[in-house]
């Protein structure tokens, strides 16, 4: 298993006005780099994945489609309206894989849909999945050709995922700042009528260090 190259008279010799892409792309013996992952096998060339899309956590390779075609097969799940991506985690120097499959199902049955997929693809890929969120008909970006779209998909859920049934306002905090002060207002300035005016031979200072 290996990246595709090929090499041909016929092959690019340079992105227009993109050395940077000539230079990632192209070596110095003209194989140009696909980005595609396959292999050989009796005079045939299997094309396998991209390799832009390989999944790597804990030094394991997972193939995302391996995992997309496991969750086509859950009840509850649209068939082709999944996707399996990979998140950089700094933490821990890994990735993190997040499925986020479409469905039809209520939002009170997501839970139960997600956790069929991750025990599914646990039990037969020993792949343990970070995240798994079940969204709404047609919240997946697609390419122009229908294609579940893997990056533009990543992008848009490091940058604005929220889950969709699961939104809900935080909880109002059990002290307002405000009230604190108002309580400690009204707590000194008893004392001090008390101290004043109730008991005016009361000895009492205040300890600057408190």
């Known amino acids: 298993m290996g990246e595709i190259a090929l090499r041909s008279s016929y092959t690019l010799k340079e992105y227009y006005r993109n050395p940077t892409a000539t230079a990632a792309a192209l070596d110095a013996e003209g194989w ?5 992952l396959g292999f050989r096998l009796d005079g045939h060339l299997y094309v396998t994945g991209r390799k832009k899309d390989l999944l790597i956590v804990g030094g394991r390779n997972f193939y995302p489609q391996d995992i997309e075609a ?4 859950c009840p509850g799940a649209i068939p082709g309206r999944c996707v ?3 998140v950089d985690d700094e933490r821990t120097g890994t990735q993190r894989i997040v499925v986020l499959a479409e469905t039809r199902k209520p939002p009170e ?7 069929h997929i991750r ?8 792949c343990p999945l970070s995240e798994v969120h ?3 008909h047609m919240w997946l970006l697609k390419t122009s050709s229908g294609k579940i779209a893997r990056a533009p998909n990543l992008v848009r859920f490091r940058a604005e995922w929220v ?6 306002a935080p909880p109002a905090p059990r002290f307002s700042p405000t009230l604190v002060s108002m309580a400690w207002g009204v707590a000194v300035g008893v004392a001090l009528y008390v101290m004043l005016v109730l008991r005016p031979n009361l000895s009492w200072g205040i300890y600057a260090g408190f």
Do not use: C, F, M, Q
């Open 32 to 36: 140009y780099h696909t980005g595609d």
């Open 70 to 73: 496991l969750v086509d097969g």
């Open 84 to 86: 399996a991506i990979g």
């Open 109 to 115: 049955e997501w839970s139960e849909l997600e956790d």
């Open 119 to 126: 025990n599914k693809v646990l039990d037969a890929l020993d």
């Open 134 to 136: 079940a969204v709404t």
């Open 163 to 168: 889950p969709p049934s699961r939104t809900s």
